[in-house]
């Protein structure tokens, strides 16, 4: 067994391999110890095989053992190895003992998906810890755990995550269709498997949920959706999803009623302002004048009037220079990353408003744009926001007020008309029947 292995993976220098004697018996026994608990290994194999001399008191200890299974496929003994398992040869059988060294003792804290009242403990990258953080907060016996295997080269495992009675079935065939179809050497990260199973490339808007929240993902699971966990990454993914769903934040459920209508009516209204405001101040300023009172105008007309250019070229450097420090803020050290922007974004803001570059109401309507931005608590529909604003941006340098009211219903048009898994997209809420309508068409599937 030794040779064979040492012969499939080129001998290297990280694998361990040894025969072992306690008088009456001979083992042979390999494993990575950077990938194996060697403290299990002693526990669990080491000290058993040595204490008990006589064969039938350790075989009947391998049988009893809740770990331990015989790997007869001499094939699949490199790939038990590389997951954390070790090999060990007795009396001519194969054992596989599974010993993974766990990096992860006790849950990660959140750091993008912030609460104020709720619980502060987020997924890690260890996926069996993190089956454990949902189970805690869905303790039901109807939560079933799918497991796949994707990667060619990474072997990662994938788990699926459900309520058995809750859930849609054809949702949930529909992704398992899609993930047979799944077809990558290095699976790193969910977003990498969330782009895989979206499908067209050229969606503006994503149709599944990262999450770093267990308490989220136990929620949506209650919901009737599909949670999918991936080992290595502490964000979960969850589908199907509405666009609701991606304004609302774990916060709603722990405020009072009335309080999280406030709020999520403020999201909608800051994404609103995110999509529009550039446009409508490009619109207005160059083509539309008259639907503002007349003080306002010459108000603004007044601030413009050291601007040497247009009003697009005015947005457009603004948008660019609050782009730019977004990012910025994101790839710095956390230590200057947020004192940098901030100084950064006070000089520049200043200084180009000074020079007669742009104007003072457009150093206004960036600020609200990027403001407003921040409100919205999903960072992948944040970005989509961020670049339908573009687009707003463009159309009304060419048609004005008219163009940005056409663009603003043809994005609620294509809102109608895209699908999360074949579930609409801008259906706000789930209607309360609707799970009890599964439970009731499952129920009558199965008699």
């Given at each position: 067994m030794i040779e064979q292995i040492r012969k499939e993976l080129q001998d290297p220098s990280d694998l361990y391999t040894n025969v072992l004697d306690n008088g009456t018996l001979r083992m042979e026994l390999c494993f990575f110890p950077y990938l194996c608990d060697q403290g299990l290994i002693n526990t669990e194999l080491i000290e058993p095989f040595t204490y008990r001399f006589h064969p039938d008191a350790f075989n009947r200890f391998l049988v009893s053992h809740p770990c331990l299974d015989k790997a007869e496929d001499p094939k699949g003994w490199t790939n038990l190895l590389l997951k954390g398992a070790l090999l060990f040869k007795l009396e001519g059988t194969v054992y596989r003992l599974e010993v993974p060294r766990k990096l992860h003792d006790k849950p990660d804290s959140v750091q993008i998906e912030n609460t104020l009242q709720g619980p502060q403990s987020a997924l890690t990258e260890d996926v069996d810890m993190n089956i454990s953080?949902?189970?805690?907060r869905y303790n039901e016996p109807t939560l079933s755990v799918e497991?796949?295997?994707l990667g060619e080269a990474s072997k990662s495992r994938v788990v699926l995550l459900y309520d058995v009675e809750r859930v849609n079935r054809e949702v949930l065939e529909l992704v398992n269709e899609r993930l047979a179809q799944v077809k990558v050497n290095m699976l790193r990260a969910t977003g990498q498997l969330m782009k895989e199973l979206s499908g067209k490339r050229h969606k503006l808007f994503p149709i599944i949920l990262q999450t770093e929240r267990p308490d989220r993902i136990a929620t949506m699971i209650e919901r009737g959706k599909v949670a999918m966990l991936l080992d290595g990454s502490r964000f979960?993914?969850?589908?199907?999803?509405?666009?609701?769903d991606f304004m609302h934040a774990m916060d709603d459920d722990y405020e009072f009623h009335w309080m999280s209508k406030f709020l999520l009516i403020l999201r909608y209204v800051a994404m609103t302002l995110t999509i529009t405001l550039p446009a409508l101040y490009i619109a207005i300023v160059s083509y539309n004048p008259e639907v503002l009172r007349v003080q306002l105008t010459l108000s603004i007309a007044g601030s413009r009037v050291v601007v040497p250019y247009p009003s697009f070229i005015e947005v457009f450097i603004m948008l660019f220079m609050i782009e730019a420090l977004i990012e910025a803020s994101l790839r710095l050290?956390?230590?200057i990353g947020s004192t940098a922007t901030t100084v950064g974004g006070l000089i520049l803001g200043?200084?180009?408003q000074q020079a007669g570059l742009v104007s003072s109401i457009m150093i206004i309507v960036t600020s609200v744009v990027a403001i407003s931005n921040f409100v919205i608590p999903n960072n992948g529909f944040g970005y989509s926001i961020r670049f339908v604003k573009y687009v707003f941006v463009v159309i009304?340098?060419?048609y004005g007020l008219l163009g940005v009211v056409v663009l603003f219903f043809s994005l609620v048009v294509y809102w109608c008309n895209l699908r999360s898994f074949g579930q609409?997209?801008?259906s706000f809420f789930r209607p309360r029947e609707e799970a009890s309508v599964?439970?009731?068409g499952n129920g009558a599937n199965e008699g």
């Open positions: 953080l949902v189970r805690v497991r796949h295997v979960g993914l969850i589908l199907p999803v509405r666009l609701f050290p956390r230590s200043q200084s180009i009304s340098i060419f609409p997209y801008l599964h439970r009731a």
